[in-house]
């Protein structure tokens, strides 16, 4: 999908538990994408932008089953297709291994609709529970002041 000439968009760039919020134009270059990560990272050792590999979801699934490489650092952000807001899988080349890393992407947990909101009233229950609780801790000698 083409975007019109030089419009700003967002995209999410992920790596383990990390996410990059990157600003970018249409017109950009993929290389640039790579440069303005490496930019953010501000790591002390500099990166080469070849050892910065970007992918994208090739499928609708959460996590993504499989991807595709945006492997032309000279396409432009609107050349290759990218979407406003599109998340972009970031992947690294491990010089020890002689290999690329695979994709690391670290997805919270589902939330518990079972888990008791703490903001929510406690009822009658919850609340002998909870003096139950600081009586046994009374009893034990824990809590208690020394004079």
Not at 42 to 48: A, L, Q, R, T
Not at 52 to 62: G, Q, R
Request: hydrophobic content about 30%; glycine content about 4%; proline content about 5%.
């Amino acid at each position: 999908m083409e975007h019109p000439s030089n419009q700003q968009v967002y995209f999410r760039v992920k790596r383990h538990k990390s996410t990059i919020f990157l600003p970018a134009k249409t017109t950009d270059k993929i290389l640039t994408l790579k440069k303005n990560i490496i930019k953010i990272l501000g790591d002390s050792e500099k990166i080469d932008p070849k050892k910065l590999k970007l992918l994208i979801s090739a499928d609708d699934s959460e996590p993504p089953i499989s991807y595709s490489t945006l492997d032309r650092d000279e396409d432009t952000v609107g050349q290759s297709g990218l979407k406003d807001e599109q998340i972009l899988f970031l992947c690294l080349w491990d010089d020890n291994l002689g290999q690329w890393e695979n994709v690391s992407v670290e997805y919270p947990e589902p939330y518990d609709e079972a888990v008791e909101d703490e903001d929510e009233p406690m009822d009658d229950d919850d609340e002998m529970n909870e003096k139950n609780d600081l009586d046994a801790i009374l009893e034990d000698g824990k809590g208690k002041a020394k004079a």
